[in-house]
């Protein structure tokens, strides 16, 4: 460790002054002890516990008897899993600029691979009702990104980090996928230094259940 | 593009460093004693680009970002599931899952314009496009061959984990590809496999090439959309097609840093106690401070593309430090204005030591007239890594979470 310490700092000195130098403050900036093996890392990792299994999770059933064969076919509800990861609005929405990209990517690797979408932007969804744990640590109103592909939510969650992560079951889509009615509106940044200018507010439209075919 | 591991040298794709410090970092002093090939061709046609070129010129016109290596066995212990049963591999499952869907596959595709651009391209723009293309061919080409090793060791051990680095190692092959294309529209190539045993290789220990990589992929991607967005809005200064590739190539990038991320949550030791704290303040310094004493010396390219250097620069340092902060323990407070005008003192002092570099006198009084540079420079950097950083982490880990209002 002390070798590629002096390294790191011999190489930056070298990089900008071209001087063969050692700082004097080293030691202060770099501890050179080793970490100690005994300070192993928590072994609960809060966010992940709901997690099951890594592989998809459609899970079809059959709800009716199927001593009629028609009534069956109509009867026949598909219970689904969704995963969802959850935050305000603002976060979501406004200042998450690189989610809006993500989203975009996936749904263009959609298009070109004629996948159905299976993912969705619910804005103050009605399912939230069942997590009251999770509700009471949320601004509002929120806005949940939700699929059916929790390996996919999973990897939401590592992204946006900043975001609570859970999973329910639904009969169907409408099910799952309602809210309830909101405006939104996002205060202008105080200051904005991009150069270039924010992402447009709507862009969230098209991944809307309401905007999609299948809802 | 693990290429850029600054600290030592460049930074990002575009900010290079200079080779030969000291001296001018012009382009102009520079011979592109570059080895023409061609990746397609079955023989290696090596031939100089300058027929004086030996092989020593063609190192020092190469030195540009570094090659890494680590301690692989190290790695393969960090990653064994048999000695770590507890690690947790849902989010590893996960990013194969996004890496293996492969999103660029059919992205890189090149059409006629990139010719017509460089055809159209002279003088001194024409050089600052070449070095650009050039090093930052090398940085993903570093960032493959880091990558494809770490994939083939780590298949034993954690087949998961090596599989993820071995996609990685696909995109930047891809990359580098591309940007060698690029190349060749000047007329120009880089010789890759001469690179991969040319160059010498600079060793970090794994923790070291997670803060390191993580940084790097971050602010390559804040760099590239930063670029991409400010060129869709001021097409004119579009002078060259390979920006139009941004936006779908720097998520590449983004999700290359996730994956560091999530290497770092599954080895949590390296975040969580008060040396991680300051290393990784030390490693967000080096990284802000390296990128912005670079571009603040190649003010040309940012300029020539419609950018204000330092803007472009402090608009990305901020960003990359707000993701930043979504892993590191702890971060710079960049957005305090004391830290821009540390920053800019501290070009002002580099400005001062290129000088000194470019005069007439013999070494020793060079030498003696930057003593007193370099122990000013050394002063601003210390009481940048001093000023009061900010506590952050993942909210997987950070102690502040049970807080945390989402």
């Known amino acids: 460790m002390l070798a590629s310490t002096s390294l790191n700092v011999g190489s930056l000195g070298g990089l900008v ?190 991944f809307l259940p309401s905007k999609t075919s299948k809802v | 593009m693990a290429a850029e591991m600054a600290l030592v040298k460049p930074i990002s794709k575009f900010s290079s460093t200079i080779p030969r410090i000291g001296n001018s970092r012009l382009p102009c002093t520079r011979i592109f004693s570059i080895k023409m090939s061609s990746t397609t061709q079955s023989q290696p046609a090596t031939v100089a680009k300058k027929k004086k070129g030996g092989k020593k010129e063609i190192n020092e016109s190469l030195l540009t970002p570094r090659f890494y290596t680590t301690d692989f066995d190290e790695m393969e212990q960090l990653f064994n599931t048999e000695i770590n049963k507890n690690l947790n591999m849902a989010e590893f499952e996960a990013l194969l899952q996004e890496f293996k869907t492969d999103f660029n596959q059919t992205h890189f595709v090149r059409n006629k314009e990139f010719k017509e651009a460089a055809d159209k391209m002279e003088g001194p723009l024409r050089q600052i496009f070449v070095e650009f293309l050039e090093r930052s061919c090398t940085a993903e080409f570093s960032g493959f061959l880091l990558y494809k090793e770490l994939g083939r060791r780590l298949k034993k051990t954690n087949p998961i984990v090596a599989e993820i680095f071995s996609l990685m190692s696909r995109d930047e092959a891809r990359h580098a590809g591309f940007l060698n294309k690029g190349l060749s529209d000047f007329n120009l190539a880089l010789d890759l496999g001469f690179l991969t045993k040319a160059r010498k290789y600079t060793f970090f220990k794994p923790k070291f090439i997670f803060y390191a990589t993580y940084l790097s992929e971050k602010i390559g991607y804040w760099r590239y959309i930063t670029i991409y967005r400010h060129l869709k809005e001021n097409p004119d200064y579009q002078c060259y097609p390979i920006f139009k590739y941004f936006e779908n190539w720097c998520q590449d990038e983004n999700r290359h840093g996730d994956f560091f991320s999530a290497l770092m949550k599954a080895q949590p030791q390296f975040l969580n106690d008060w040396k991680a704290k300051l290393w990784s303040r030390f490693f967000c310094l080096s990284v802000y401070v390296t990128m912005y004493l670079n571009d603040c010396q190649r003010t040309d390219f940012y300029e020539g593309i419609g950018l204000n250097t330092k803007e472009f620069d402090m608009h990305v340092i901020i960003e990359t430090n707000r993701t930043t902060a979504r892993i ?79």
């Open chain 1, 17 to 206: 002054l071209n001087a063969p130098t050692h700082y004097s403050h080293k030691s202060l900036l770099f501890p050179a002890t080793k970490s100690l093996p005994l300070l192993t890392f928590p072994t609960k990792l809060s966010g992940t516990t709901a997690w099951k299994s890594a592989t998809s999770v459609k899970t079809a059933v059959a709800a009716v008897d199927s001593s009629d064969p028609t009534e069956k076919e109509q009867e026949q509800t598909e219970k689904k899993r969704y995963y969802f990861v959850v935050a305000n609005a603002k976060f979501m929405l406004d200042e998450e600029e690189h989610f809006k990209e993500l989203l975009f990517e996936r749904l263009r690797n959609y298009e070109e691979r004629n996948i159905e979408q299976d993912f969705w932007l619910v804005i103050e969804p009605k399912f939230l009702d069942k997590f009251p744990n999770t509700t009471k640590r949320l601004k509002r109103p929120a806005v949940a990104l939700v699929s059916t592909n929790g390996t996919w939510i999973t990897y939401m969650k590592l992204r946006l980090d900043r975001v609570l992560q859970e999973s329910y079951e639904a009969d169907s889509i409408e099910e799952a996928l309602a809210s309830n009615p909101v405006d939104l509106a996002f205060e202008k940044p105080e200051k904005w230094t991009a150069p270039y200018s924010k992402y447009e507010f709507g862009w969230w439209e098209s």
């Open chain 2, 328 to 406: 590191f323990p702890a971060v710079p407070d960049v957005e305090n204005p004391e830290f821009k005008r540390k920053l800019d003192r501290m070009v002002e002092i580099n400005q001062q030591l290129l000088a000194v570099g470019q005069t007439q006198d013999i070494p020793l009084v060079k030498n003696l007239k930057r003593i007193p540079l370099i122990s000013a420079l050394a002063s601003e950097l210390l009481a940048a890594y001093l000023m009061k950083p900010i506590e952050s982490g993942s909210v997987d880990l950070a102690e502040f979470e049970p807080q945390l209002v989402y």
